[in-house]
């Protein structure tokens, strides 16, 4: 399968939900496809005025296409996501529930044992204000397309049906 296609297999799976973006910059890098999802919760007593209370629960898809993913090349990614992504994105504040950012590495070549190992192992999740202000999560994923398979990080797991080749 070719990565346009998969991208935009992925794309309609995921446009009911969030608003899609293709070829975004974020910082220096060029995003193949880029996902946002923005839900807030709001409970009210009487009318919609008299608030309870509320919070924000945001979702986040990064998707580069990488010809052969190296070792290197997943640690630039994962840093990228964690630097770049979510200083651009997670804003902490008192209403702020939780951020979660799915990095997915979409791979036309042969992914090494190596960096599926890595990706298997991958765990990276952040509290604000000891989560008063919430947390945020990383979840990685790389998608093969020579081979048809898909590997997950260990929270990512609640992905496999949207990602699956």
Known sequence: MQAEI?????AEKLESYFDIEREKMIGEIKIDLFGRCHIKHVRTFLTPKDVV??????EYFVVKVFEELTEEGLSSFEKFLRQV?????????????????????????????????KIKGYF????????LKGWSRINLAAVDLEKGRLVLSKKGRELEKILKP
């Open 6 to 10: 998969y991208l935009k297999h992925l």
């Open 53 to 58: 209370d509320s919070y924000e629960s945001n």
């Open 85 to 117: 992504v979510m200083k651009s994105y997670v804003v902490p504040k008192e209403d702020h529930m939780c951020t979660v950012i799915n990095g997915v590495a979409v791979i036309e070549k042969n992914l090494s044992e190596d960096v599926e190992r």
């Open 124 to 131: 990276y999740e952040k509290s604000f204000l000891f989560s």
